[in-house]
Structures are given as C-alpha cells and as structure tokens.
C-alpha cells in the first residue's frame, strides 16, 4: 500500500518537473526569439506601410486620372455620388430620365449645355441639337448611371441637376470634350466650373463638334478695336494703346473691321489706303 503511494507521487513529481522543464524550455525559446519576430514582424509591417504610402503617392503622381476614373466613386475625388439608377429615356443631349428609387424623374445634366433638340418650339431645334440628342441616346439609353449634386439639386421646374456618372466617367464632361455641349454656368451649382472651362477649352481649339470651324480669336494685326467701343485704331495710337489685353480685337484690315461692325477712329485715322 506504501509502496503504490510512493510511486504514485514519484510519478506525479515526474510529470510535473517534465511539465516545468518544458514550459522552462518554452519561455527561454520566447524570451531569446520573440523579441527577434517580433523587430522583424515590425520591419515587416512598417515596410508594407511604406510601400502601400509611395505606392500611392506614385499612383496620385501619375495614374491619379485613369485610376479616379475607373471606380465610379472616386471619379470626382471627394464626389458623393447616389445610385445607380436606370435610365429610362433620354430626352435630349442634356436631359435623361431615370428610374431614382421608383419615381421616373427628369434630370438635368449640370454645368454643360447642349443645342436644343426636343424642344417644344420646334424653331430653337438644331441639327447639332439632333447629333448631341443621338450622341447622349447612344451612350445612356439602357444603362444603369451614377447621380452627384451640387449645392442645390432641383430646379425650378423640379427637375434633379446632376453630375451624370456612367462606367466611372462623368458624362457632363465627356458631352464636354466631343463638342457636344457648350459650358453653362448656373451658381450656385459651379464645383467643377474650372475642370469644365478647360474641357471646353480643348474641344473649342481643337474644333470637336459644336466647334468645327471655330477660330481661335486673333491675338495681333495692323488694326484693334475694343470690345466695349465702336471705333478701331491704328497700333500706335493712344487710344488703341490703352486698351486692355482682355478686350482687344484684331483686324487685318480696315474692311475686315468696318465689316465687323467698327468705325475709324478719328484721331489716328486708319483709313483703306494703310
Ligand atoms: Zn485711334
């Protein structure tokens, strides 16, 4: 009986020294590797933080453009955008009809402008008006389009007024760029008037759509007048010197700008001879 008890408890010291020794072992092995890991697991971690940092300073250097244009929320940035919703008609270059959480509601497209098309005096109708209406027909009937606001979203007629997003891009701009709208400005809805100027900018010097034809205003030439007056000058006269940069218009000739509408100026007298 003794005895059993004996190895009983030798057994049981047995099993406790192995358990101490190995939990012994076990914190020696921590104490001596996890310091190390863990300097590592951080290295690690900070590198991939830094990593992901110039990765995206990279991709906001360069591919800031294609990437915000990729992802329909972070087309505008910090644009806010509600969706998607249905198109169920296009009505004319810059007027759609969506389905916005079941009502069939008429959404202006903001900022831009296109020539009429589908309106009810039919007079103010264009044949460019019908080319945008096609053109907007084309892109959005049958899709699914992102809405973004701006400070006030209906108009008098209660019509929604928006940044139309389709596939990420806001299609305000692409109607923009194709020349198929011209800048139309109503505050308080202005956040991307300067975005919008410069689009313009490009299609109207490249001479896209709306702009064909179109003519950068002339910059220099033997005569100038002023916007805000009725006579033209010769260079060098006082009058023609003062006036501002902003409001000079050039001719060539006299007859190209009596055509325009201006008069000799009587002080330096240009006159069909010069
Ligand atoms: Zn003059």
Redesign the pocket.
């Known amino acids: 009986m003794k005895r059993k008890w004996f190895f009983l408890i030798l057994i049981w010291c047995i099993a406790l020294a192995a358990f101490g020794l190995n939990s012994l072992a076990q914190k020696t092995s921590l104490d001596t590797d996890q310091p190390a890991d863990s300097i590592q697991a951080k290295q690690e971690e900070s590198n991939s933080n830094s990593t992901t940092e110039s990765d995206a300073e990279a991709e906001n250097g360069t591919d800031a453009e294609i990437e915000t244009e990729a992802a329909p929320e972070a087309d505008a940035g910090d644009a806010v955008l509600e969706g998607p919703f249905a198109v169920e008609r296009v009505v004319d270059g810059d007027t759609i009809i969506v389905d916005y959480d079941g009502n069939s509601e008429r959404v202006r497209l903001i900022g831009i402008d296109t020539p009429e098309s589908a309106h009810p005096d039919e007079s103010r109708n264009t044949a460019f008006g019908e080319i945008a209406s096609d053109f907007t027909k084309e892109a959005l009937e049958g899709q699914s389009v992102y809405l973004e606001f701006d400070v006030e979203p209906r108009d008098q007629y209660d019509r929604l007024l928006a940044y139309v997003y389709l596939d990420g891009e806001m299609f305000n701009k692409t109607l923009l760029q194709e020349g198929m709208a011209m800048l139309s400005t109503y505050p308080p809805n202005v956040k991307y008037v300067d975005d919008f100027t410069a689009i313009q900018e490009e299609a109207r010097n490249a001479g896209i759509g709306v702009w064909e034809g179109y003519e950068p205003p002339k910059t220099s030439g033997n005569f100038v007048a002023s916007k805000n007056a009725d006579?033209?000058?010769?260079t060098d006269?006082?009058?023609?010197v003062s006036i501002a940069e902003q409001n000079r218009i050039w001719f060539d000739t006299v007859d190209e700008a009596e055509a325009a509408g201006y008069q000799?100026?009587?002080?330096?007298?240009?006159n069909a001879g010069d």
């Open positions: 006579k033209f000058h010769r006269c006082r009058y023609a000799p100026c009587s002080t330096c007298t240009p």
